[in-house]
Each structure stands twice: as structure tokens, then as C-alpha cells.
């Protein structure tokens, strides 16, 4: 999904070109599809539990039109000072997601922008991929490699 900070209005989902392509090839490969997501604008009040609820059905929505359906979507609603367990880089989403379902740590991979996300992936012992959408972007501390697509991301881990 097209990164848009505090999104709360589900018309403005857009995904990256290639994305569903990219997840349907995981998704036939035997991956599961989970996403983890801090949302932080729920504690800043910025948008509501329904609102993001909207946010996500339209997510998967536009997933599903390609053919792919996410495992599940874990999201932490905390802000960056409530010193919860669940926000990242903290693992509690990673925790709950391997209490959800049977995962393999050590053959996983978190793929993000930003650096809680590849710093989420080392606390984790993940696998870590840098999606880098801007020419400007720079590789972050933890990445095992960066990609500018979803298809290079499938290239480089499925081969």
C-alpha cells in the first residue's frame, strides 16, 4: 500500500503498481500474507477505530479484486510514548502472530520503509527487505538488501 500518514479515509488506499502481482506469487508459493502496522492516529485521535476499520476492508477489498486475501491484519493503536509491547519495533505483533499461526521465524521476512520496520525484523531474528519507493531514499540499518518494486522483491526472494 501507498504510504499516506494518518490515513483515514478509505478512497485514498492506493497500492504500489505490481503489488497484487507480487502477493499473489508469494501467496502461490505457500507465504502467508500478514501486515503489521503501527497506527498511532487512533491515540492522537486523529481518526477512529471504524474509521481505520474502513481503511483496512478497503485494503483487502483491492487485494481481493487481484485474487489475494491477507492471513490477518495486526495493528498497534498506541502512540510512540505509551510504552506498550505491541508498537514497532517491539514484538508484539510478531508475537501474536505466531501465537495465530504456525510461523517460521528464521524463514520470514518483514518487508518495509521504515526504520522501526527492519528494526521490528532484527528484534524478531526476520529476514529484512527495504522497500524504497523515492530515488532519494537511503538504505536503513538492518535491510538485507532494498527494492524500488514488487517485482523486484518477488525476484530477489523468490528467485
Same mark, same amino acid.
Given at each position: 500500500?501507498?504510504?499516506?500518514?494518518?490515513?483515514?479515509?478509505?478512497?485514498?488506499?492506493?497500492?504500489?503498481?505490481?503489488?497484487?502481482?507480487?502477493?499473489?506469487?508469494?501467496?502461490?508459493?505457500?507465504?502467508?500474507?500478514?501486515?503489521?502496522?503501527?497506527?498511532?492516529?487512533?491515540?492522537?485521535?486523529?481518526?477512529?477505530?471504524?474509521?481505520?476499520?474502513? &481503511?483496512? *476492508?478497503?485494503? %483487502?477489498? $483491492?487485494?481481493? @479484486?487481484?485474487?489475494?486475501? +491477507?492471513? !490477518?491484519?495486526?495493528?498497534? #493503536?498506541?502512540?510512540?510514548?505509551?510504552?506498550?509491547?505491541?508498537?514497532?519495533?517491539?514484538?508484539?505483533?510478531?508475537?501474536?502472530?505466531?501465537?495465530?499461526?504456525?510461523?517460521?521465524?528464521?524463514?520470514?521476512?518483514? &518487508?518495509? *520503509?521504515?526504520? %522501526?520496520? $527492519?528494526?521490528? @525484523?532484527?528484534?524478531?531474528? +526476520?529476514? !529484512?527487505?527495504?522497500?524504497? #519507493?523515492?530515488?532519494?531514499?537511503?538504505?536503513?540499518?538492518?535491510?538485507?538488501?532494498?527494492?524500488?518494486?514488487?517485482?523486484?522483491?518477488?525476484?530477489?526472494?523468490?528467485?
Amino acid at each position: 500500500m501507498v504510504n499516506c500518514p494518518y490515513l483515514s479515509d478509505p478512497s485514498r488506499v492506493a497500492l504500489f503498481a505490481g503489488a497484487v502481482g507480487g502477493l499473489r506469487r508469494f501467496r502461490e508459493a505457500g507465504w502467508r500474507l500478514i501486515v503489521v502496522s503501527n497506527q498511532s492516529g487512533l491515540a492522537r485521535g486523529y481518526f477512529t477505530r471504524e474509521q481505520l476499520s474502513a &481503511v483496512t *476492508d478497503r485494503l %483487502a477489498e $483491492l487485494l481481493a @479484486a487481484g485474487g489475494v486475501v +491477507l492471513d !490477518a491484519i495486526y495493528y498497534c #493503536p498506541h502512540g510512540p510514548d505509551d510504552g506498550c509491547d505491541c508498537r514497532k519495533p517491539r514484538l508484539g505483533m510478531i508475537e501474536a502472530a505466531c501465537r495465530d499461526f504456525a510461523i517460521d521465524l528464521a524463514k520470514s521476512w518483514m &518487508v518495509g *520503509d521504515k526504520a %522501526a520496520d $527492519l528494526e521490528l @525484523a532484527q528484534n524478531a531474528h +526476520l529476514h !529484512a527487505a527495504q522497500f524504497l #519507493p523515492k530515488k532519494d531514499s537511503q538504505l536503513l540499518p538492518g535491510a538485507e538488501f532494498a527494492v524500488r518494486s514488487m517485482t523486484e522483491l518477488v525476484s530477489r526472494i523468490l528467485g
